[in-house]
């Protein structure tokens, strides 16, 4: 891609032209009919919640919701479909992570580009296993071993819209999950519009994730779908091997945090304070940044900062590094392999492996 001279005005030129644009552009109706009704959707309020979790150790290393990368990535494409480009052309990725207790889970993406690399159809897995658990009834008799699996299947596809420096993309789920005797069958969508600016090496993107239904309910109780509205932003710097990343996740939900009970104070005479949450505070747990070096070389160096995991899960008068993340991702020959440490607490740590092989 071509890079021109980037200053504070030349990136406030473009991003004014792409808010106008994405104003003018008909998609922008999807985002008016949804805003109606996306409140409150955030964490206990909906099932298939493992359909949000990080998809790959990239993702993971830049704070665990990037929504930009423009490249080889086929994963990337599970959390943003609108990405979906020719160069994820036979490229087959698989990732693993071994999750809190004996939770594991993975995904897989494969991609195929037909009509003279114009047409690019995507297809993914999202797969998590929660293990083996005792079974017991209300008089503590045991019942026996379970187990739980949640699985979702997903077809996604891109276009340009007309000679536009917009794409629009989409992806179809189709959810199963199994929890003891009970089952659930669900279905949903993803869509997503990317604003790509080649002078700047600038991307930008809104991605409304998760907006389906139930076909089949557990107990004949319908639930709602975990539904993410996140909007993204990306650049690679000229002069610098660098490209950052700022996502805002969880747009559909304000406030977004709630006081929390463990930080309740208590005076001497018996008088409760509760913690209290600002305006900014509000503002920034929507907020993930992260870097990678070297982004377009055989070896990536990359760092992420979540600030909603780190208010929620920091200890009070302890440094614990909650909400940090960090890995690299190294290429040889045909085989791209990542691996990311996320910090979440001074209890659990994460570990993200990921291989992709470039099938051509």
């Not at 109706?29 to 109606?36: D, T």
């Not at 993107?205 to 709602?224: D, H, P, W």
């Amino acid at each position: 891609m071509l890079k021109n001279k980037i200053n504070f005005k030349a990136f406030y030129i473009r991003f004014s032209y792409f808010c106008e644009s994405m104003v003018k552009t008909k998609l922008i109706i999807i985002c008016l009919l949804i805003s109606s009704i996306a409140f409150s959707q955030l964490g206990g309020n909906s099932t298939y919640q493992f359909l949000n979790l990080v998809s790959s150790p990239r993702q993971a290393a830049l704070g665990g919701k990037v929504l930009t990368n423009v490249d080889h990535d086929v994963t990337q494409a599970l959390y943003n479909p609108s990405t979906i480009n020719y160069k994820m052309d036979n490229q087959l990725a698989v990732n693993y992570t071994n999750y809190f207790g004996d939770i594991t889970y993975g995904t897989a993406a494969y991609a195929y580009t037909w009509d003279r690399r114009t047409q690019t159809i995507h297809a993914g897995i999202t797969y998590v296993n929660y293990g083996s658990f005792d079974g017991y009834d209300e008089q503590g008799n045991a019942t026996g071993e379970f187990t739980g699996s949640e699985a979702a299947l997903s077809v996604g596809y891109a276009k340009q819209l007309g000679y536009s420096d917009f794409y629009a993309g989409a992806n179809v789920k189709l959810i199963t999950s199994t929890l003891e005797q009970y089952n659930s069958i669900g279905i949903a969508t993803d869509l997503g519009l990317l604003y790509i600016d080649e002078h700047l090496d600038f991307q930008a993107t809104l991605v409304i994730r998760n907006f389906g239904t139930q076909i089949t309910t557990y107990a004949g109780l319908q639930e709602k779908l975990p539904l993410e509205i996140n909007f993204g932003m990306s650049q690679t710097l000229e002069h610098i091997p660098l490209r950052w990343h700022i996502t805002l996740e969880n747009l559909q939900q304000w406030p977004i945090a709630a006081s929390n009970p463990g930080r309740v104070q208590t005076d001497l005479e018996g008088n409760i304070t509760e913690e209290k949450v600002g305006f900014f505070s509000q503002v920034v747990r929507h907020a993930i940044v992260g870097v990678e070096l070297f982004p377009d070389k055989g070896f990536n160096i990359r760092l992420g900062y979540n600030f909603r995991k780190a208010e929620e899960l920091r200890i009070e008068e302890q440094r614990n590094f909650s909400g940090i993340s960090a890995g690299f991702g190294i290429k040889l020959n045909k085989l791209r392999f990542s691996y990311t440490h996320a910090r979440y607490s001074a209890a659990s740590n994460i570990n993200f492996f990921g291989l992709q092989i470039d099938l051509k």
